[in-house]
Structures are given as structure tokens and as C-alpha cells.
């Protein structure tokens, strides 16, 4: 299911609010991970190097996650 440009702002607003809550920052990778964007699984096979790029596995379109910005 595709999103909107309104749900995926306001998705991102979401988890941006609560990950500032919770660390007081910001970053990419803890932003999809908390939209669900990313799995912890599909990180840390990027982290380690078993996957040579960090994509939304089927979870989003590199549209979507090319046009969330931190506003």
C-alpha cells in the first residue's frame, strides 16, 4: 500500500516526535526504523556488510523515502 505525501508527513512528524522524546536527536536510520520503513534485520545486515545498500525492502518506495525531510 502506497502512501500519501500528507500520511507520510504526518507519519514522519510521528516518529520524529517520539524519537526526540526518547534520545533528544534525530537520525535517518532511527527515523525508518521507528516508521517501520527499515527493519532492525535489514540494518544490521547493512551495518555489518552483508548488504552493500540500506533500501526499504518492500516497506516503501524510494520515492516516499526520498521525500520524507526533516522539516
Known amino acids: 500500500m502506497q502512501l500519501n505525501k500528507t500520511k ?3 507519519k514522519t512528524n510521528t ?12 537520525s535517518r536510520v532511527d527515523l525508518f526504523l521507528k516508521m517501520e520503513v527499515i527493519t532492525p534485520r535489514d ?7 552483508r548488504l552493500p545498500i540500506l533500501v526499504a525492502g518492500g ?8 521525500t520524507n525531510r526533516l522539516e
Not at 540494518?43 to 556488510?49: A, K, N
Not at 516497506?59 to 526520498?66: D, V
Open 59 to 66: 516497506r516503501g518506495t524510494c520515492y516516499q523515502i526520498s
Open 8 to 10: 507520510i508527513r504526518d
Open 43 to 49: 540494518y544490521e545486515g547493512w551495518r555489518m556488510g
Open 15 to 26: 516518529a520524529a516526535a517520539i524519537l526526540i522524546h526518547e534520545k533528544g536527536y534525530i
